[in-house]
T-cell receptor, first 113, second 114 residues
Framework: SQTIHQWPATLVQPVGSPLSLECTVE??????LYWYRQAAGRGLQLLFY??????ISSEVPQNLSASRPQDRQFILSSKKLLLSDSGFYLC????????????FGEGSRLTVL | QKEVEQDPGPLSVPEGAIVSLNCTYS??????FMWYRQYSRKGPELLMY????GNKEDGRFTAQVDKSSKYISLFIRDSQPSDSATYLC??????????????FGQGTTLQVKP
């Protein structure tokens, strides 16, 4: 069966510090991968998606970047965090067959102080 | 105007009640409609999926889509305390290729009291 792992689960970082969130998927090959952000009291906002190694599409201009160095690994990064980067970050994968069928990780809660 | 509007609640009901959760949307290109359930501090999980208009039933859950009114609903019958969670509607216009590019509502927090 497929599983998705995301870490760290919780992160408290000062403004201006770097960020690295990692996500890996097991049990499937060539998944579509996604980073979503959920701000307090708001819905999920798509940040990046990837349909293959090295292929990254950005949905929202921002202070963040994403990379996909391996087929089942997706990394979210920032060189200098802003207060507005605080939120709940969710990695997800889909098999590319059924529209809307996303499988989410447990999430990473980021607080920027 | 947001593409998808959802009343954030919170909604509190007694156990056994019928719950109605709703979303409205503005983009007539949306063809795929989903409901995700999210427990506190967890990632969302797909609960119901509907293509185009009509109803879909799965156990105690019924999803309805009215494209003419741009309105979707999720009904929960005989609600249980374990149904307490945030319910997010999601939509997509994509029919092929990038299947996970979804537009989510704000989410409605539901509490079912024993």
């Amino acid at each position: 069966s497929q599983t998705i792992h995301q870490w760290p689960a919780t992160l408290v970082q000062p403004v201006g510090s770097p960020l690295s969130l990692e996500c890996t998927v097991e049990g499937t090959s060539n998944p579509n991968l996604y980073w979503y952000r959920q701000a307090a009291g708001r819905g999920l906002q798509l940040l990046f998606y990837s349909v293959g190694i090295g292929q990254i599409s950005s949905e929202v201009p921002q202070n963040l970047s994403a990379s996909r160095p391996q087929d089942r690994q997706f990394i979210l990064s920032s060189k200098k965090l802003l207060l507005s980067d605080s939120g709940f970050y969710l990695c997800a994968w889909s098999g590319g067959r059924a529209v809307g069928e996303l499988f989410f990780g447990e999430g990473s809660r980021l607080t920027v102080l | 105007q947001k593409e998808v509007e959802q009343d954030p609640g919170p909604l509190s009901v007694p156990e056994g009640a019928i719950v109605s959760l709703n979303c409205t949307y503005s983009n007539s290109a949306f063809q795929y409609f989903m409901w995700y359930r999210q427990y506190s501090r967890k990632g969302p999980e797909l609960l119901m999926y509907t293509y185009s208009s009509g109803n879909k039933e799965d156990g105690r859950f019924t999803a309805q889509v009215d494209k003419s009114s741009k309105y979707i609903s999720l009904f929960i019958r005989d609600s249980q305390p374990s149904d307490s969670a945030t319910y997010l509607c999601a939509m997509s216009a994509t029919g092929s290729g990038n299947t996970g590019k979804l537009i989510f509502g704000q989410g409605t927090t539901l509490q079912v009291k024993p």
